[in-house]
């Protein structure tokens, strides 16, 4: 096992900064990226940041976390969170640890956000603290 952790994110969360920022902040993805490694270097891990608006690149990612030993996956998957049976299927699928991830807290919001298929098999989630998710996140990847 390397001591790698991969970051995905899902659609639209390219736009990070721009996009209703009264709910997810104004910080870029690049700037959450920045502070990931900064936190990841205390912990001597290694981040593997990367974003895609398409299911099957966040499918393809899982699986190549499990074949290049990554220690964990953080997993912000956007709306595919709510829809997308194969993410389900792909984190099953692998034994590499993966924590669901969301800036804003999906709970309390629209209804439709209330089901998550990335939640009923990710090993923890963190969610509803900004930018801050992710690094609570990587911080649990530990007690994992
Ligand atoms: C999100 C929450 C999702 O419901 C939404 O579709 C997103 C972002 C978050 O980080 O808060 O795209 O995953």
Same mark, same amino acid.
């Given at each position: 096992?390397? *001591?790698?952790?991969?970051?995905? *994110?899902?659609? *639209?969360?390219?736009?990070? @900064?721009? &996009?209703?920022?009264?709910?997810? @902040? /104004?910080?870029?993805?690049?700037?959450?990226?920045?502070?990931?490694?900064?936190?990841? +270097?205390?912990?001597?891990?290694?981040?593997?940041? &990367?974003?895609? *608006?398409?299911?099957?690149?966040?499918?393809?990612?899982?699986?190549?976390?499990?074949?290049?030993? %990554? #220690?964990?996956?953080?997993?912000?998957? @956007? !709306?595919?969170?709510?829809?997308?049976? %194969?993410?389900?299927? %792909?984190?099953?699928?692998? +034994?590499?640890?993966?924590?669901?991830?969301?800036? /804003?807290?999906? /709970?309390?919001?629209?209804?439709?956000?209330?089901?998550?298929?990335?939640?009923?098999?990710?090993? #923890?989630?963190?969610?509803?603290?900004? !930018? &801050? /998710?992710?690094?609570?996140?990587?911080? !649990?990847?530990?007690?994992?």
């Amino acid at each position: 096992m390397t *001591n790698t952790i991969y970051v995905l *994110n899902g659609p *639209n969360l390219n736009l990070l @900064g721009l &996009r209703e920022p009264d709910i997810y @902040g /104004s910080d870029t993805l690049d700037d959450i990226a920045a502070m990931l490694e900064d936190c990841a +270097r205390g912990l001597g891990y290694e981040i593997d940041m &990367r974003q895609t *608006n398409h299911e099957g690149m966040l499918v393809d990612w899982l699986h190549e976390a499990q074949a290049e030993g %990554a #220690k964990a996956v953080l997993l912000n998957a @956007g !709306a595919y969170t709510h829809t997308s049976i %194969a993410l389900l299927d %792909a984190i099953r699928a692998i +034994r590499t640890p993966v924590i669901e991830v969301h800036l /804003s807290d999906p /709970s309390t919001r629209e209804e439709f956000r209330h089901l998550s298929y990335v939640g009923m098999t990710a090993a #923890k989630t963190v969610q509803g603290l900004g !930018a &801050r /998710s992710y690094i609570v996140a990587l911080e !649990a990847v530990a007690e994992l």
